[in-house]
Nanobody, 125 residues
Framework: QVQLVESGGGLVQAGGSLRLSCAASGRTFSTYAMGWFRQAPGKEREFVATWTGGSTLYSESVKGRFTISRDNAKNTVYLQMNSLKPEDTAVYFC????????????????????WGQGTQVTVSS
């Protein structure tokens, strides 16, 4: 059983930065596709970023501001968030899958098998 645990959320002013971490346990992390999603109050969970096979994909709303990276030796994936905006306020979830998938399919919630509990990010104006 794979477990994902997010950390690094918090309260930050607009224009500030945060780095989220997602620690994975269980199996061969290096072969997993890993992604980040977020869910704002009253809204559906939405795709933020993903990394698989050395390729990355970002949502248009975060492109150029957020960076996904991973350290396979530490079984950890990161989301560096810069130039934060109030509309980035949400619970951020880490997700993973060992299934092979096209990069574009990894925008989909259903492409992932494992999910963390989420970490709250609040951006004040």
């Amino acid at each position: 059983q794979v477990q994902l645990v997010e950390s690094g959320g918090g309260l930050v002013q607009a224009g500030g930065s945060l780095r989220l971490s997602c620690a994975a346990s269980g199996r061969t992390f290096s072969t997993y596709a890993m992604g980040w999603f977020r869910q704002a109050p009253g809204k559906e969970r939405e795709f933020v970023a993903t990394w698989t096979g050395g390729s990355t994909l970002y949502s248009e709303s975060v492109k150029g501001r957020f960076t996904i990276s991973r350290d396979n030796a530490k079984n950890t994936v990161y989301l560096q968030m810069n130039s934060l905006k109030p509309e980035d306020t949400a619970v951020y979830f880490c997700a993973g899958t060992e299934r092979t998938s096209l990069l574009s399919y990894l925008r989909r919630i259903g492409s992932y098998d494992y999910w963390g509990q989420g970490t709250q990010v609040t951006v004040s104006s």
